[in-house]
C-alpha cells in the first residue's frame, strides 16, 4: 500500500486530525487500485491485438505452406527452389499458432485480474467516500450553522406575518400587490432533508456549492480546506 501523500509543513502548519491521516491513506489506496486497474486494462489491449496479429499471421503462414508444397513440386520437375521449404513454412505456421495460444491464455488470466482489480477500485471508492464523510463529519461546524439557519428562519417568519396581514387584510398597496401574492402564495418552500417532499430543486442551489466544491477536493487532497461557514 502507497503511503499518504506527503505535505509541506511549517511550524504554523497544523498537524492532520486522524480523520485526514486516515483520508490520506484512503487517497493513497484508492491512486494504487485505480493505476492497478489501468494497467491491467492496458495489458488485456495488447493481448487483443496479440490475438489479432496471430490470427492474421496464421493465415497468412498457412498460405505459405500451400504455397511451398506447390513449389516443392515444381522444383521436383526442374523449376528454381521456392522461397520456403515446406518443413520452414510449417515450422513457421506452428510459431504463429504457438503464438495465438498465448495470447489467448494471457487474455483468460487477465479477465480474471481485471475483475480483481476493478473490485479493488470499488472497495477503494466506498472507502474513500466514508473517509471524506469522516472529515466533514468532523469540521463542519453543523451546531453554529444550524443555529444561524434557526434565527434566520424566525425572523424571516415573523416577516412572513406581517406580510400576511397586510395582504389578507387588503392592505397592500396595488402596484406592490402583485409580487407581494406571488411571494406569499408560491414562494412559500424551504429546503428540507431527505425523506420529504420538496417543491424546487434545491440540489442545484449554488448555496451548497462551496462544500460541494470542498468535498471534491478531498478526494485528492487531504489537507483541502472546508468552507468557514
Known amino acids: 500500500m502507497s503511503k499518504p501523500a506527503m505535505r509541506l509543513v511549517d511550524a504554523t502548519s497544523p498537524p492532520r486530525t486522524p480523520e485526514r491521516e486516515s483520508l490520506a491513506e484512503a487517497i493513497a489506496r484508492h491512486a494504487e487500485a485505480t493505476n492497478r486497474l489501468a494497467a491491467v486494462q492496458a495489458a488485456r489491449e495488447r493481448t ?28 521436383l520437375v526442374g523449376s528454381a527452389p521456392g522461397a520456403l521449404s515446406v518443413k520452414a513454412a510449417r515450422a513457421a505456421l506452428t510459431d504463429c499458432e504457438d503464438a495465438l495460444e498465448a495470447a489467448i491464455e494471457a487474455g483468460g488470466i487477465l479477465v480474471t485480474t481485471e475483475k480483481e482489480a476493478a473490485d479493488e477500485v470499488e472497495w477503494a471508492q466506498t472507502a474513500l467516500k466514508k473517509c471524506v464523510g469522516a472529515v466533514v463529519k468532523s469540521e463542519a461546524n453543523v451546531g453554529q450553522l444550524l443555529k444561524e439557519a434557526e434565527a434566520a428562519q424566525a425572523e424571516l417568519i415573523n416577516k412572513r406575518i ?7 387584510n387588503d392592505l397592500v398597496a396595488e402596484q406592490e400587490q402583485p409580487a407581494v401574492r406571488t411571494f406569499m402564495l408560491f414562494q412559500n418552500t424551504l429546503p428540507v432533508g431527505r425523506g420529504q417532499l420538496e417543491h424546487g430543486n434545491f440540489d442545484k442551489h449554488p448555496a451548497a456549492d462551496p462544500y460541494k466544491r470542498a468535498i471534491e477536493a478531498l478526494r485528492t487532497d487531504a489537507d483541502a480546506p472546508l468552507p468557514t461557514s
Open 48 to 75: 487483443e491485438q496479440a490475438r489479432r496479429d496471430a490470427k492474421e499471421a496464421i493465415a497468412k503462414a498457412t498460405a505459405g505452406v500451400e504455397q511451398a508444397k506447390i513449389d516443392a513440386a515444381a522444383q
Open 162 to 168: 406581517v406580510l400576511r396581514h397586510l395582504f389578507n
